[in-house]
């Protein structure tokens, strides 16, 4: 096809043109009022303007540069992209959400990556873990998102969230009542069987503590500086703190409130008692035969039992009778 100007046109063969050269044909449409070129289409919009499959060989090139059709930027062998990426997600929340697992199959099998420990569970040890290369990363699920970052989310906050800290390499969990909200430090500490939740855990209906449902366990260990101090390790109490016990660090079990509670009970007495000095006291209320109210300690002896009167200051021996 030759084409000399838009008043001289001519074509070797098969263009119907009208007297003003525009082509009649939709095969081959040419629009020299607008300077566009249609192929199968009888209205181009565009100065070339196809409908159909284009098949051509070479470099396609826009201004002068080679066009790549990528929303990614190529740099040597390398991609990139300034802004966030979804997987199987069509709303990214960070510079990567992918909404399902992430695998790597190699010549050897398949890792199965792990990015809440910020290790990969698989037996190669030359594995780097995933997050050094991504920053933040968002695994989205059923549940709740697992945020990776060197600072605790401050936004999206929802009871349940976890956050990866890789810095402290430490796991979080989201905790809010609706009155305090603050990320509760779940992760295992000195081995991995370990628990440590700095601030307050609250456990709504049952805690096992053991390694099946018969066999419970309950240990508190205190440091050195623990040692000797008398504030509370552990407490037991009602709703509003008011009745219940304490343990102190030093081992101490002391009532919430004075004379408030028993040891033992009428139908559910304690086998033996092993003590030391046995101090008695009923200071706040009275006895039933003169009403008043007294405080002893009784002490034991090589051969006798005494009695020390703590108020008076008087001291007695109990008449023991050899049978």
Do not use: C
Not at 17 to 43: A, E, I, K, M, P
Request: proline share 2%; net charge negative; glycine share 10%.
């Amino acid at each position: 096809m030759a084409v000399a100007t838009k008043r001289d046109f001519s074509i070797s063969y098969g263009l119907q043109t009208d007297r003003t050269g525009t082509s009649t044909g939709n095969t081959l449409f040419v629009d020299q009022v607008n300077d566009r070129v249609g192929v199968g289409q009888g209205s181009p919009s565009y100065t070339l303007d196809v409908s159909g499959d284009i098949n051509f060989t070479g470099t396609l090139y826009k201004n002068g540069a080679e066009h790549v059709a990528s929303r990614w930027t190529l740099t040597g062998s390398d991609i990139y992209r300034l802004s966030k990426v979804g997987i199987n997600e069509q709303n990214p929340g960070s510079q990567l959400a992918v909404k399902g697992y992430i695998t790597e199959s190699t010549d050897s099998g398949t890792t199965y990556w792990n990015v809440v420990t910020q290790q990969d569970i698989g037996t190669d040890a030359n594995q780097v873990p995933l997050n050094q290369y991504l920053g933040q990363l968002a695994f989205l699920d059923d549940i709740s998102p697992v945020k990776i970052s060197d600072v605790a989310p401050s936004s999206n906050l929802v009871q349940g969230k976890l956050w990866w800290d890789s810095t402290g390499g430490r796991l979080y969990v989201y905790y809010n009542d609706g009155t305090t909200s603050n990320w509760v430090d779940a992760s295992p500490f000195g081995t991995t069987t370990d628990l440590v939740v700095d601030g307050t855990l609250t456990v709504r209906t049952k805690a096992m503590i053991g390694n099946d449902s018969t066999a419970t366990n309950l240990e508190i260990k205190v440091t050195a500086t623990q040692a000797d101090n008398t504030n509370k390790a552990l407490t037991i109490n009602n709703n509003d703190q008011t009745s219940g016990l304490d343990i102190s660090y030093r081992g101490e079990i002391l009532p919430k409130a004075d004379a408030d509670v028993n040891l033992g009970g009428p139908s559910n007495r304690w086998a033996n008692i092993y003590s030391a000095d046995l101090q008695l006291s009923n200071e706040g209320s009275h006895n039933d035969v003169d009403g008043t109210w007294g405080k002893y300690t009784i002490q034991e002896g090589e051969e006798d039992l005494f009695l020390i009167n703590r108020r008076s200051g008087k001291k007695y021996k109990f008449v023991l009778q050899e049978v």
